[in-house]
C-alpha cells in the first residue's frame, strides 16, 4: 500500500488510454490492467465528487451550455483542488519500466506515470548498453 493523491492517480489514469489502446506483450497488458483495476475506486469517486462539485457552480449560459462563470472559478478551482490534494492508500504494483521499452511517450506522459512505475536503475542501464556494444 501506497499513499498518494487524488491528484496523481486522475492524472495517470487520463495518461494511462494511450498506453492501453495500444496492442502491448502480456507482461505489460497484464501490469497496465491491474493498474487500472487498482484506480477503479479512486477514479469513481474523482469522476462522482468533480461533477458534484461542477454542478454546485455551474449555471446556463446564454448558449444552454453549462459553464463555472469566472466570478465562482476560484471557489471552484479551490475546492475541487482540495478533494484532488486527499490522499489515499493505493495497493498497486509498480510497472517496471523495461516493460516500456520501445512505447513512445511524451515527457508529460512519463511524469503522469512515474509515481506508479519502478525505476530501471542507472547501473542496469549501462550493463545493458554494454552488452549491446561487443568489446573489440
Known amino acids: 500500500m501506497s499513499k ?3 491528484q496523481k492517480i486522475s492524472t495517470a489514469n487520463q495518461n494511462l488510454s494511450k ?11 497484464r501490469a497496465l490492467a491491474k493498474l487500472i483495476q ?3 475506486t479512486d477514479a469513481k469517486l474523482i469522476e462522482k465528487h468533480s461533477k458534484e462539485v461542477f454542478d454546485k457552480y ?3 449560459n446564454d448558449k444552454g451550455e453549462f459553464v463555472v462563470s ?3 472559478t476560484e471557489k471552484f478551482l479551490g475546492e475541487l483542488n482540495k478533494f484532488l490534494d486527499t490522499e489515499v492508500e493505493l495497493d498497486f504494483q509498480p510497472i517496471d519500466e523495461k516493460l516500456l521499452e520501445g ?5 508529460r506522459e512519463y511524469m503522469a506515470l512515474s ?7 542507472a547501473i542496469e ?5 554494454a552488452s549491446n556494444h561487443p568489446k573489440k
Open 125 to 129: 542501464i549501462k550493463k545493458k548498453q
Open 19 to 29: 498506453l492501453v489502446s495500444l496492442e502491448n506483450d502480456f507482461l505489460l497488458a
Open 70 to 72: 469566472p466570478e465562482k
Open 103 to 107: 512505447i513512445k511517450l511524451s515527457a
Open 115 to 121: 509515481p506508479f512505475l519502478k525505476e530501471v536503475k
Open 4 to 6: 498518494i493523491t487524488l
Open 38 to 40: 487498482a484506480f477503479d
Open 58 to 60: 455551474a449555471e446556463k
